[in-house]
């Protein structure tokens, strides 16, 4: 009898052991496919807006896939049930094709190519079938969960003016932003902030010196590294964050469902940070630096001396300044990491920058890295420290709803 019993632990035991190494050799998958997205957006020319929306659904689709394969975490969105067996890299690959297909049809023959090339490799039969077609009700149930998210809302926004007086003609980037549904927020103004500093203020004035004087195109008082920092974080589009991401999610002693919890964690909460900074910005409607600055005379304070001539180190965005979106997407990707990361040692966190030629960056600080983004903002002249400090705040808010949703801290 205690032979037998001793058998089928042993019989157990190799089983889970199985189980296991399978699961460490999937676990590229979600990395994997996660910086395929970010590829096919990027040359797709989806902006950073839409790109963030798309790839939320992307891995929200890959978790609740993924997880209804392997259990192992409670949280679950949708009420799915996989087959036995099914295979997770299959439906990793059937979501990413099914999402991305729908909105980014200009790169259709790249997502054939890709999904064509991860499903050769993995053995036909049950496994794969039922790992497609988890994938394909996945993607179908998060498609349907936020199609009315507010999204194709349509622009309307009406130009300040006169009758008959001339204003400039580019409207403004998405002003509709402020009217999507969130995924962990109760409104678009849950963490709406406090007003922008008075202009009478000395807050205001130490904002606009310091933007003044760092943020010029042909600054003096800009270090070259500061200007490569303000060059690096030019870039807008979601992928610069999800490589930082990856940098924890490549380490070898995390599985696959951890790693679709991961992503499912940063990018609802992404995001949600970009509706709820678009919220306040068209909320205050704050000038930028372009602005402020070519009408320094007019702010009733006598700190704040007027530049007619000055320029920004790169164009400034088309919405209003306060607060800032790169900051609130960089407080709200590191708090989910660095919740994610717990005690443990932090990765060398590394990316790559697109409008900066390909340059690498990296850090061993998350904190460090919110920071930078700040500062960033300023050198780049479009963004008062304020704006940025407000914005961090906002972010780590919302990271905070998303650890909790994913219970990234209960383990």
């Not at 002693?253 to 910005?281: G, P, Y």
Request: with cysteine; net charge negative; glycine share 6%.
């Amino acid at each position: 009898m205690k032979n037998s019993i001793t058998c089928q632990q042993i019989a157990l035991l190799m089983a889970v052991i199985s189980l296991f190494s399978i699961s460490r050799v999937q676990a590229d998958a979600v990395t994997e496919w996660n910086q395929r997205a970010g590829d096919i957006v990027i040359n797709g020319n989806v902006g950073p807006l839409p790109a963030e929306r798309i790839l939320a659904m992307v891995q929200a689709a890959v978790y609740e896939a993924t997880n209804a394969i392997t259990q192992r975490y409670p949280v679950s969105d949708l009420k799915l049930t996989a087959a036995p067996g099914a295979s997770v890299e299959a439906a990793v690959a059937a979501v990413n094709h099914a999402i991305l297909s729908r909105f980014v049809p200009s790169q259709q023959a790249v997502i054939e190519k890709a999904y064509e090339a991860a499903l050769e490799v993995i053995a036909g039969g049950r496994s794969k079938t039922a790992g497609i077609a988890i994938g394909e009700k996945a993607a179908a149930e998060i498609l349907t969960l936020r199609a009315h998210d507010g999204a194709a809302t349509l622009e309307t926004y009406r130009p300040y003016t006169s009758p008959g007086v001339y204003v400039p003609t580019i409207i403004p980037e998405a002003p509709q932003w402020t009217q999507r549904k969130p995924w962990l927020m109760t409104g678009p103004a849950q963490f709406r902030p406090g007003p922008p500093p008075a202009l009478g203020s000395e807050l205001w004035a130490r904002d606009y010196n310091e933007i003044k004087a760092l943020g010029r195109k042909d600054s003096q008082q800009r270090t070259t590294q500061q200007t490569e920092v303000a060059r690096f974080w030019e870039e807008v589009m979601p992928p610069i964050y999800h490589a930082i991401v990856r940098s924890v999610a490549n380490d070898h002693e995390r599985d696959i469902t951890q790693n679709a919890r991961l992503f499912a964690t940063v990018t609802q909460a992404s995001d949600d940070a970009l509706i709820a900074v678009f919220d306040a910005k068209y909320h205050y409607g704050f000038w930028r630096p372009i602005t402020a600055i070519r009408n320094g005379d007019i702010d009733d304070n006598d700190a704040t001396e007027r530049d007619s001539s000055w320029l920004p180190f790169i164009d400034t965005p088309m919405h209003p300044e306060y607060p800032c979106a790169h900051c609130i997407v960089a407080a709200a990707v590191g708090t989910v990491l660095q919740a994610e990361i717990g005690g443990g040692p932090i990765p060398l966190l590394t990316t790559t920058s697109h409008a900066a030629g390909d340059a690498v960056r990296s850090w061993t600080s998350i904190e460090d890295l919110m920071q930078e983004v700040i500062n960033a903002r300023i050198y780049d002249g479009v963004h008062y420290r304020n704006s940025g400090m407000v914005g961090a705040a906002m972010g780590k808010q919302i990271g905070n709803l998303a650890v909790k949703k994913y219970q990234l801290l209960s383990e």
